[in-house]
């Protein structure tokens, strides 16, 4: 009987063969688990963290605009902030157009000259 080797695997069935033992399933389901744990901390520190952080400076920008701020919006309008309502600003960009948009679509508020 001749013994073939398959893709560097003996034949099981080889006289003198030698197997080494698996590793038992819990060392690998141990394993398995430390490294998904590890997986999850460095998502919560390089993701999570840093992005509670932008939400937490973005509520505290948004609560701070008053009437006289200037402010740019996600869409590139610069205008001035002419009435502070609930979920809406009111701006003017210009002598007579006045513009009613969301609070979440503001990007950068400019503060008051005269105040500064």
């Given at each position: 009987m001749r013994n073939f080797v398959y893709a560097g695997v003996p034949d099981p069935s080889a006289a003198g063969n030698t197997t080494s033992a698996a590793p038992s399933a819990?060392?690998?389901?141990f394993q398995m688990l430390f490294?998904?744990?590890?997986?999850f901390v460095m998502m919560y520190f390089l993701v999570i963290?840093?992005?509670?952080?932008?939400?937490?400076?973005?509520?505290k920008m948004i609560s701070q605009i008053k009437r006289g701020d200037t402010i740019i919006t996600s869409g590139g309008i610069i205008g001035k902030v002419?009435?502070?309502?609930?979920d809406?600003?009111?701006?003017?960009?210009?002598?007579?157009?006045?513009?009613?948009?969301?609070?979440l679509?503001?990007?950068k508020v400019i503060k008051n000259k005269e105040e500064e």
């Amino acid at each position: 009987m001749r013994n073939f080797v398959y893709a560097g695997v003996p034949d099981p069935s080889a006289a003198g063969n030698t197997t080494s033992a698996a590793p038992s399933a819990a060392s690998g389901l141990f394993q398995m688990l430390f490294l998904l744990l590890i997986f999850f901390v460095m998502m919560y520190f390089l993701v999570i963290l840093p992005q509670r952080k932008r939400e937490k400076q973005f509520k505290k920008m948004i609560s701070q605009i008053k009437r006289g701020d200037t402010i740019i919006t996600s869409g590139g309008i610069i205008g001035k902030v002419i009435d502070v309502k609930k979920d809406t600003l009111k701006i003017k960009t210009s002598n007579t157009t006045e513009l009613e948009i969301s609070k979440l679509y503001i990007s950068k508020v400019i503060k008051n000259k005269e105040e500064e």
